[in-house]
């Protein structure tokens, strides 16, 4: 059976240029970039030439790039690094309720600690509301992070305003730009980010590798302990081959950004539409324009999303779902529940991710085997009179 | 694969499926905030079930344990009927992961409400009712 994967926004896979430029790097330069032999100074060569490419990616600089093991670290080491260095400053941080778990779990933890977060709304669409932002900035605000595209729904934040808005109070900015890389152009001076989360894997580079972009006068707290790697702020011996990897990701991601945009956008409009139009009841999730080019998120009234991944899979189709069930969460997906959908809703909710490899034949596969596992589940749901 | 191969043949061909119009009884559990919603009609005569049917608003292993309990009720006496136990359902499903486990639950309340809903229209007792109160279950998981 050929099997679709439509689950770009979890993951990607590598792409061949991309394990190509790696490969050397496992056991021909295998060098500890920190030793002062010929081996140690090939591999800090390519340490330094990979961070000049990811710098260049997001239109900062060598020294404001540190690499982490990737989103979840970066979101960690950011948001616990300003807090815990601007307590005289103030104890107050403003983030969203859509926010990934890196993010809001962090929050969480240093509400425990004594700080005090504001998780904003947003409204139906998934956007954090300009007025909203301004209303809770308060006189003990050290931190304002938002992500840059939402991972479920889509949905691409007003970044440039949201910074302007935090440095007109002095507040600083981190945005868990994940699912922004490779997807919108970025450039941290432009838009005003101070802090700035980024990973490989979702940008068809290897696993375990990202990286956290801290603008020059931003202080942050040594990570790990130990050596002097990453300016002494995150020891470790760096892992060369994954860097390796993440950069020519950001490489090629930069290089195809229009034409990738422009194929994906055209794929997913294409999907909605034979989504919505073959399909009673059915909610797209997230705005119609101005979300991630591969982002589809719909939701199917009377039935419950474990099943339909499960009956998707059984054709071959891979997708996700914010029902409760298939998390093994209590609650459907808190992003969903904040753009204000009901359970019986957010239960029938299925995200399909489009990519690289995503073939337009694929699009009709997909809305024919939809239509008819919709129409399937609907028959043995008591809640579905047809 | 999460689920057994039992259940997912439960789940892809799913049996007896549908409403019974002129049911003896129906019982439904669950709730929309949870995810699960079961409903579970008999047919009885002469205290036998002749017919079961389901309908299901839930996961795989809710549409499994489902169907799988309808298979097994049919046939069987009202007393018979009601010694069946979520473990029961568990067993035949050749097992189900430990967080479903309350999707067997769910089934085997939907066929005591189905029951005890005939026993109060044909106005019987049964042993395996005693003490038993619909409004006392909670599927709060």
């Known amino acids: 059976m050929k099997r679709r994967y439509l689950d770009y926004a979890a993951t990607t896979p590598v792409k061949k240029e991309v394990l190509e430029s790696m490969m050397p790097y496992f056991s021909e330069v295998y060098g500890n970039a920190s030793s002062l032999h010929t081996f140690g100074q090939n591999a800090k060569e390519k340490l330094t030439e990979s961070r000049e490419i990811v710098a260049n990616t997001v239109g900062a600089k060598t020294n404001e790039i540190y690499f982490t093991s990737g989103g979840s670290e970066s979101d960690n080491w950011a948001i616990k690094s300003i807090a815990k260095l601007n307590r005289d400053k103030g104890n107050h941080i403003i983030t969203s309720k859509i926010e990934h778990h890196a993010v809001l779990h962090t929050c969480e933890t240093l509400e425990k600690e004594g700080f005090e977060v504001t998780y904003l709304d947003v409204d139906e669409e998934g956007y954090v509301e300009l007025d909203v932002l301004k209303d809770a900035i308060r006189e003990d605000t050290i931190l304002i992070t938002i992500m840059f595209i939402n991972n479920e729904i889509g949905t691409i934040q007003p970044i440039k305003e949201i910074g302007a808005i935090a440095r007109e109070n002095n507040i600083l900015f981190h945005t868990d730009a994940v699912q922004a890389l490779g997807n919108v152009s970025i450039d941290v001076e432009e838009l005003n980010i101070d802090l700035m989360s980024v990973t490989a894997h979702k940008i068809y580079g290897p696993k375990g590798i990202g990286a956290l972009y801290v603008k020059r006068g931003v202080k942050i707290i040594p990570f790990i302990d130990g050596g002097a790697q990453e300016r002494k702020k995150r020891a470790g011996t760096e892992n060369i081959p994954a860097i390796v990897g993440f950069a020519k990701a950001c490489q090629l991601a930069e290089e195809d950004l229009e034409e990738h945009v422009e194929k994906l956008s055209k794929l997913r409009d294409e999907l909605i539409e034979k989504i919505l139009g073959s399909i009673d009841e059915v909610k797209l999730n997230g705005p119609r324009d101005n979300r991630h080019p591969g982002n589809v998120n719909v939701a199917f009234k009377y039935i419950e999303g474990e099943a339909l991944l499960l009956m998707l899979d059984a054709v071959g189709i891979a997708a996700s779902s914010g029902s409760a069930c298939t998390t093994g969460a209590l609650e459907p997906s808190h992003v969903l529940m904040s753009i204000g959908l009901g359970h019986e809703i957010a239960h029938g909710s299925l995200r399909l991710t489009i990519g690289d490899f995503t073939e337009p034949e694929d699009i009709d596969f997909i809305v024919e085997n939809l239509v008819r596992i919709v129409k399937t589940l609907r028959a043995m749901s008591p809640l579905y009179n047809a | ?141």
Do not use: W
Request: with cysteine; charged share 25%.
């Open chain 2, 1 to 141: 694969m999460l689920y057994t191969d039992i259940v997912m043949d439960h789940f892809s061909n799913p049996r007896n499926v549908g409403e019974i119009k002129d049911a003896d009884g129906v019982g439904e559990v669950g709730n929309i905030k949870c995810g699960d919603i079961m409903k579970i009609y008999i047919k009885v005569e002469n205290d036998v079930i002749t017919d079961c049917k389901f309908k299901t608003f839930g996961c795989g292993s809710a549409i499994a344990s489902s169907s799988v309990t309808t298979e097994m009720v049919m046939g069987k006496t009202i007393e018979e009927a009601l010694e069946l136990t979520n473990q029961d359902v568990v067993q035949q499903l050749g097992g189900l992961p430990s967080v479903k486990v309350h999707c067997s639950v769910l089934a085997e309340d939907a066929l005591k409400v189905a029951i005890y809903n005939y026993a109060k229209k044909a106005g019987k007792e049964y042993k395996g009712l005693k003490g038993f109160e619909p409004s006392q279950l909670s599927h709060e998981h």
